[in-house]
Structure formats: C-alpha cells, structure tokens
C-alpha cells in the first residue's frame, strides 16, 4: 500500500504539481479510501519525507548494484545508468515539498540520521564499484576512486536539488560531458 501510495503522490505532483498534493488527492489518485494515508503516515509531512527516504534507498541499491555490472559495458555507462535513474526517482517538486515543508524536512534529516541511505552511502557505492574496475584494468590505476564518486555524487545531488519542474535540460547530455570528465575518457 505505501508504493501505491507513493506511485499515486508522484502522479498528483507530475500531473498538477506541488501544490496540489493534499492526503485527498493522494488517496483519491491511489483509489483507496481518503483515510489509508492516515493509517499508514502520521500525516502529509511524514508521507512526504517518507516518499523520499524510499527513493533515496531504492537509488542507494541501485548503485550498490553496480558490483555486478563491473566489465560490463562501460564505467561511463553504467554509472550514468544509476546518476539517471537517481535524478529520475524524485520528482523536483516532490523534493522542494521535501525541503520547505518543515515537518517533512526534519522527518527527511532524522530518517538520515537513523540510518536511512542517502548520498553518502550512494557514493560509497560508486566508490566500491570504480576501485573494482581500477583492479579490472578499466580504470587508470592511479585515478583518485573517492574523489571521482564524490563528485560525481555531489554533482548529481546538485542537480537533483536544483532543477526545477519542467525544466528541460538534458540531464542524459550533462551527465555525459561530466562523466568525460571526471573519467578522462
């Protein structure tokens, strides 16, 4: 029920925007009885924060999931396969919710502090993943494993906490020249 739940928020948000997002148009999008978000959140804010502590932790295994992908394709690929998919797990107005509403953001900085995944452990991630593919050859062995993750996350973070709805950069293209970069490739 909470995905639904959350499935349905990120359609209401996508659809009519931040304003919008009431526990009604949640539920009455999700087609569960108005009370439902209620029973599962202490209230809009704890839904809020709680939608985006579950995309932090879905992106955080999606990164983790790199491990398996080392020699496959290439590095620059897979990690902008997860980069993309970290920018795509939030809508922006979902995250501006996130940080303006003050309920929500304390609830946000609290599930950090117990233990919820956020970037750090994203670029633990990448850092893991780019040190096996420096063992692999794929890398350059004197390439700076945690300097490239930091930012590399950090960019990503940046333009995840930036970007505005319905902004039409092309984060595909972004994220490639950053990955020429950073990768030297």
Same mark, same amino acid.
């Given at each position: ?13 996508a659809?009519?925007?931040?304003? @919008? ?8 999008? @999700?087609? %569960? ?50 980069v ?25 900085r ?32 004197g390439?700076?494993? @945690?300097?490239?993750? #930091?930012?590399?996350?950090?960019t990503?973070?940046? #333009? ?8 039409? @950069? ?12 950073l990768?030297? %490739?």
């Amino acid at each position: 029920m909470r995905e639904r739940l959350f499935v349905a928020a990120e359609r209401v948000v996508a659809r009519d925007g931040a304003a @919008a997002l009431t526990s009604r148009a949640v539920t009455a999008e @999700a087609e %569960c009885a108005k009370g439902v978000l209620h029973t599962h959140f202490a209230g809009l804010d704890e839904f809020v924060a709680e939608l985006v502590l579950d995309r932090f932790a879905r992106s955080a295994r999606q990164a983790e999931a790199l491990q398996a992908r080392v020699g496959r394709s290439t590095v620059a690929e897979n990690l902008q396969e997860v980069v993309l998919a970290l920018l795509d797990s939030l809508p922006p107005a979902v995250v501006g919710l996130a940080m303006t509403r003050p309920a929500a953001a304390s609830h946000t900085r609290e599930g950090f502090r117990s233990g919820a995944p956020a970037f750090d452990a994203i670029q633990h991630a990448v850092t893991a993943y780019l040190q096996a593919e420096q063992h692999a050859g794929r890398i350059p062995a004197g390439s700076d494993t @945690a300097a490239i993750a #930091l930012a590399l996350v950090g960019t990503t973070h940046h #333009l995840l906490m930036t970007r505005s709805p319905g902004q039409t @950069a092309d984060t595909g293209a972004t994220t490639q020249r950053l990955l020429a970069v950073l990768l030297g %490739c």
